[in-house]
């Protein structure tokens, strides 16, 4: 499909799907609370008479934003998604809560951003994966992003998401090709839930316990539809990311909630110094390969002059 047209159907399913939903805070939220906190409390002190701004790229129905604008009200935050109908939902959660320093506009992530003034801030969360050109995207938002300043980026990771996709591609073969939406997502949650008795779901979220918040999380409609009928979705490793970051004319800043490789890990010391041995992107590469993250939580930040490839 043309770029133009993997756009059309991404605003088509989020029109009719609007995520996320109301969902429990999980563990990478909270890693994301306490770095995100760190990163605004590094710039507490911004030219007088400018509020520190934020950007969240494919905000959705704004619950990241509202949220974060709650809790940091001398911060000036920005809402971008292509969905008019998530961003009415938007609008609405932040005029009922009350919050008046978060702004929310429609916008595809794939054009320059319209807006001058950089940003200290870009989240872009669970979106760059769904978009239809990943560097393109990926460099509109550097060229919005000031100087020191820091880009959240959460993406799908290829290793440990690669039962789902082949779960994915056998629903999508059941489906066929003249399925409507709604008998698809009916589909696709009898798919989820008791397919292999409920293997394809356990593929996805893994063997954590969960508590019944969760679980009702796991069973709404619209992440069922996010998961398992999205018209985009591409998977990257830890070695094509440093690639896409880097052609981007961005940096490796921080990895976040991936745990490092121990001797125990490897099973043997001379393992472990091999593994020492390595440069500190193929260290990187090796923790992937080994850990198989079924997402990469990272903070990039614009790479030096020159180093764009």
Not at 134 to 147: C, E, H, I
Not at 261 to 274: E, H, V
């Amino acid at each position: 499909m043309s770029e133009a047209e993997i756009t059309r159907k991404s605003r088509e399913f989020y029109e009719q799907f609007q995520f996320p939903g109301r969902r429990p805070i999980d563990h990478d939220g909270l890693i994301f609370m306490r770095r995100f906190t760190q990163s605004i409390q590094q710039r507490s002190a911004p030219i007088p008479g400018r509020m520190l701004r934020v950007l969240d790229a494919g905000c959705g129905t704004g619950n990241t934003s509202v949220s974060l604008a709650r809790q940091f009200p001398r911060v000036a935050f920005f809402g971008i998604d292509q969905s008019r109908t998530s961003l009415a939902k938007a609008k609405a959660l932040a005029a009922r809560t009350g919050v008046k320093n978060v702004r929310f506009r429609t916008g595809n992530l794939l054009k320059p951003l319209p807006w001058q003034d950089p940003f200290d801030v870009i989240l872009c969360l669970g979106v760059l994966h769904h978009t239809a050109d990943m560097k393109k995207t990926l460099a509109n938002l550097r060229r919005s992003l000031g100087n020191g300043g820091e880009l959240f980026l959460w993406i799908y990771g290829k290793h440990g998401r690669y039962r789902h996709s082949l779960n994915t591609r056998l629903l999508r073969l059941l489906l066929g090709k003249q399925c409507s939406l709604e008998a698809a997502l009916d589909l696709a949650t009898q798919f989820a839930l008791n397919a292999d008795n409920g293997s394809a779901l356990r593929d996805l979220i893994g063997q954590t316990k969960t508590d019944e918040m969760q679980r009702k999380a796991f069973t709404d409609p619209v992440w069922i539809a996010d998961q398992f009928l999205n018209p985009q979705e591409i998977l990257i490793d830890m070695e094509g990311l440093l690639n896409l970051a880097r052609s981007s004319g961005l940096e490796l800043a921080q990895v976040l909630g991936m745990s490092g490789i121990t001797a125990q890990l490897l099973g043997s010391a001379p393992l472990m110094k091999r593994f020492e041995q390595l440069s500190p992107s193929d260290q990187l590469i090796a923790r992937d390969l080994l850990l198989k993250p079924e997402r990469y939580f990272v903070v990039l930040r614009k790479a030096a002059d020159g180093a764009k490839a």
